[in-house]
């Protein structure tokens, strides 16, 4: 036991994040700076220059930008300027949150004679593959079952250190899911605007809706490039008027705790912290199978349509507006479901005790 205290005492975590991760994934984040500020653990954070740190994170933890200077051919005088000011820390140990920055987690992991684990939350193409050393990371952090087996495929030699954590959320005490009977119906959905064929089903079914008769708002959140045909897309379905498009808006749990309906109208590659924090509300989910799908259990946990079928998508919104107490059921079902595998608690000592065995 006390050797396992001097051990705790040790340690010593620097957390690399991308500009990607520090957007998405900033509420599990900020529950990991938490709690390892609540366990004693001294913590650096290294994310790109422009990253919102100073809204998002709490904590002692102290926040390095990388890259320092931004030229062309300095990447390597980048990676010496950060390993000098990590030297000053001492970590003990490296924590890559995203395949993303997994070369630099590699480069990093060298020069200072490091253990590293890396984070890797979605699914990759054998063409996709990123750099991973054999030698000096000791574990491969996945939030999903998918994207496990899918790394064990991918980077076979690394099978034996795949870990699944789940990512950690607090759920409400409360359903949020038509728990007012006399309000009009909010439906809420978050994906990017890259591609305005997307929402074309999404925005069909709306229009049909609204012919049979239904009642509703909704919100879209993104960004992207195909914003402006989206606009257009919306004044020619005559949408205007109850569809509203926003860019992912702060604090975003408290948007999507105003939704009855949470849509994911395409599957995603990666995990999707919306569409957990949407469970977590008591937001009733309508998805469909794909890519990292392991939250989407039909008729439990979510309704489930063909992203390409209209008279799909259509059913299963009809059945959620329709039978409200079947939606508010699912929601139910998801909020129960996390609390029993999504405890933020049990994501940070899993974290915690994964930099541990890391270190050997």
Same mark, same amino acid.
């Given at each position: ?133 054999? +030698? ?22 690394f099978a034996e250190r795949i870990e699944q954590i789940n990512i950690g ?6 359903? %949020? ?50 914003? +402006? ?14 569809v509203t498009m926003v860019p992912r808006l702060k604090p975003w749990r408290s948007v999507l705790a105003a939704g009855d309906i949470f849509i ?26 794909? %890519? ?69």
């Amino acid at each position: 036991m006390a050797s396992e205290v001097v051990k705790k005492k040790s340690l010593r975590v620097a957390l690399i994040a991308s500009e990607h991760t520090v957007r998405e994934y900033s509420a599990s984040l900020k529950l990991l700076l938490v709690g390892l500020a609540d366990e004693s653990v001294p913590t650096v954070l290294i994310c790109p220059p422009g990253c919102d740190s100073e809204s998002m994170f709490t904590g002692s933890a102290e926040v390095i930008s990388h890259p320092a200077l931004d030229l062309p051919l300095s990447e390597h005088l980048n990676i010496r300027l950060l390993a000098q000011r990590l030297a000053k820390f001492e970590p003990t140990v490296l924590h890559c949150l995203c395949e993303g920055k997994a070369s630099l987690a590699r480069q990093l992991a060298r020069r200072m004679d490091l253990p590293y684990v890396l984070t890797v939350n979605s699914v990759q193409g054998r063409l996709e593959q990123f750099s991973v050393s054999p +030698r000096r990371c000791k574990r491969i952090i996945v939030p999903a079952k998918t994207i496990a087996d899918n790394m064990a495929k991918t980077h076979q030699g690394f099978a034996e250190r795949i870990e699944q954590i789940n990512i950690g959320t607090f759920v409400a005490e409360t359903c %949020g899911c038509f728990t007012h009977p006399g309000r009009i119906a909010t439906i809420v959905t978050a994906h990017p605007f890259d591609d305005a064929n997307d929402f074309e089903n999404l925005f069909g079914v709306l229009r049909h809706l609204l012919i049979d008769g239904y009642e509703f708002m909704v919100v879209v959140a993104g960004d992207g490039r195909a914003e +402006r045909h989206l606009w257009k897309l919306l004044t020619a379905l005559s949408l205007l008027q109850v569809v509203t498009m926003v860019p992912r808006l702060k604090p975003w749990r408290s948007v999507l705790a105003a939704g009855d309906i949470f849509i994911r109208p395409q599957p995603r590659l990666a995990f999707d912290p919306s569409l957990l924090e949407a469970m977590s509300v008591g937001a009733a989910v309508a998805g469909c199978k794909g %890519g990292v799908d392991d939250l989407i259990v039909e008729d439990r946990m979510a309704v489930v349509f063909d992203p390409k079928d209209e008279l799909s998508m259509l059913r299963c919104l009809q059945k959620l507006l329709g039978k409200r107490e079947f939606a508010r059921q699912i929601a139910r079902n998801a909020q129960e479901y996390l609390r029993e595998n999504h405890a933020a608690g049990n994501m940070i000592s899993a974290t915690i005790q994964a930099y541990h065995n890391a270190q050997g």
